[in-house]
T-cell receptor, first 114, second 116 residues
């Protein structure tokens, strides 16, 4: 069964600290993996995409990693800011007969405190 | 360049009633997907429309139906509302179903539906 699991479920950190969010997937075949940020009351917004051949990709203070062998991805946030408080959702794309499907994780809720 | 727009933003309905939610995709996008997001949960896929046809469907009952118009906008209809239908309904647009793997889903800010 195609599944995406994220950990931790929730996280509280102090402003300026770093944190790492985890995503494990059992999706096959694998096309790509995206991390989305969802602010409260808003729709998710794409942060980064990881394809099979990519190990690390950065977008400002966000760095995503992908280990296709172990089917794990992480999102590392450096020097957190109050505006980083949001849910972070891992989404894996898979294909079936040329049709793309998106498998969503349940998200990690991050709260950054001053 | 307008992003994905959804209406209404909030809605309160009574059990048994019917509701219609609307979505206009991002300019240049032709595929619309609908998701249900319960509080504290990730989005659950309802269905996807491309070329005015339902192309994929998630594990949702027939009470959930949709439509896509020639201008690519879309509606989500829910009949015989249940308390459990209370959620944030998100619309996401993308490029054509077979060409969208590399492009992200662009989400609207959702419609918050409360069923009492």
């Amino acid at each position: 069964k195609n599944q995406v699991e994220q950990s931790p479920q929730s996280l509280i950190i102090l402003e300026g600290k770093n944190c790492t969010l985890q995503c494990n997937y059992t999706v096959s075949p694998f096309s790509n993996l995206r991390w989305y940020k969802q602010d409260t009351g808003r729709g998710p917004v794409s942060l980064t995409i990881m394809t099979f051949s990519e190990n690390t990709k950065s977008n400002g203070r966000y760095t995503a990693t992908l280990d296709a062998d172990t089917k794990q991805s992480s999102l590392h946030i450096t020097a957190s800011q109050l505006s980083d408080s949001a849910s972070y959702i891992c989404v894996v794309t898979t294909t079936t007969s040329g049709t793309y499907k998106y498998i969503f994780g349940t998200g990690t809720r991050l709260k950054v405190l001053a | 360049d307008a992003g994905v727009t959804q209406s209404p933003t909030h809605l309160i309905k009574t059990r048994g009633q019917q509701v219609t939610l609307r979505c206009s995709p991002k300019s240049g996008h032709d595929t619309v997907s609908w998701y249900q997001q319960a509080l504290g949960q990730g989005p659950q896929f309802i269905f996807q429309y491309y070329e005015e046809e339902e192309r994929q469907r998630g594990n949702f009952p027939d009470r959930f139906s949709g439509h896509q118009f020639p201008n690519y906008s879309s509606e989500l209809n829910v009949n015989a509302l249940l308390l459990g239908d209370s959620a944030l309904y998100l619309c996401a647009s993308s490029l054509g179903a077979s060409r969208s793997w590399g492009s992200p889903l662009h989400f609207g800010n959702g419609t918050r539906l409360t069923v009492t």
